[in-house]
């Protein structure tokens, strides 16, 4: 399967700030990749889909403004959570296709855990 | 759209005793199917999948899955569980048609007792 980081793993933020993070693929190149988010003890909710080199896709519900992807490169996609609340405090988990043509399994990032103050 | 339930919230079972978490699906379209297994504060790891062909998928860990289409159901199994399989298990699914989005259960947390 492929390799995904994230960085950082967990952050703590002051509420009106914003945070930024790395969702990179260390060993194939990703034309596309997914943005989740995991209150506690919830399943993944699809925040988004991001395509390198063009704009995200987001899922309804989810505010464009608020989360900002870009996904500038075929190795690194970034989620920036822009003036942060308590209430954006959760797990956030990208994931990849592979290197596969035929696009069928997702490979996961190990989560990056945001708490906001 | 896709979607899968996962009845079961929790399933405490003793070591080495066998398994089953349940998966049922709902699709309109042809399917590829997952079970994943997310320990805590971790991301999720791929333990098997079913995309096509034999209707029973061998994963990691000792772990196995069938799929049975006319009860659109996907039920996770282990012959004899180990302690170090405690953990939160999604299973998920997607439509074959491209787009790949994989819409999640709501999880089974299996714990393992001695």
């Known amino acids: 399967g492929a390799v995904v980081s994230q960085h950082p793993s967990w952050v703590i933020c002051k509420s009106g700030t914003s945070v930024k993070i790395e969702c990179r693929s260390l060993?194939?190149?990703?034309?596309?990749m997914f943005w989740y988010r995991q209150f506690p003890k919830q399943s993944l909710m699809l925040m988004a889909t991001s395509n390198e080199g063009s704009k995200a896709t987001y899922e309804q519900g989810v505010e464009k403004d608020k989360f900002l992807i870009n996904h500038a490169s075929l190795t690194l996609s970034t989620l920036t959570v822009t003036s942060a609340h308590p209430e954006d405090s959760s797990f956030y988990i990208c994931s990849q296709n592979g290197a596969s043509s035929v696009i069928d399994t997702q490979y996961f990032g190990p989560g990056t855990r945001l708490t906001v103050l | 759209a896709q979607s899968v339930t996962q009845l079961d919230s929790q399933v405490p079972v003793f070591e080495e005793a066998p398994v089953e978490l349940r998966c049922n699906y709902s699709?309109?379209?042809?399917?590829?199917l997952f079970w994943y297994v997310q320990y805590p504060n971790q991301g999720l790891q791929l333990l098997l999948k079913y995309l096509s062909g034999s209707t029973l998928v061998k994963g990691i860990n000792g772990f196995e899955a069938e799929f049975n289409k006319s009860q659109t159901s996907f039920h996770l199994r282990k012959p004899s569980v180990h302690i170090s399989d405690t953990a939160e298990y999604f299973c998920a699914v997607s439509g074959t048609g491209g787009g790949n989005k994989l819409a999640f259960g709501t999880g089974t947390q299996l714990k393992v007792e001695l």
């Open positions: 699709s309109s379209v042809s399917v590829y």
């Open positions: 060993d194939f190149q990703a034309t596309t």
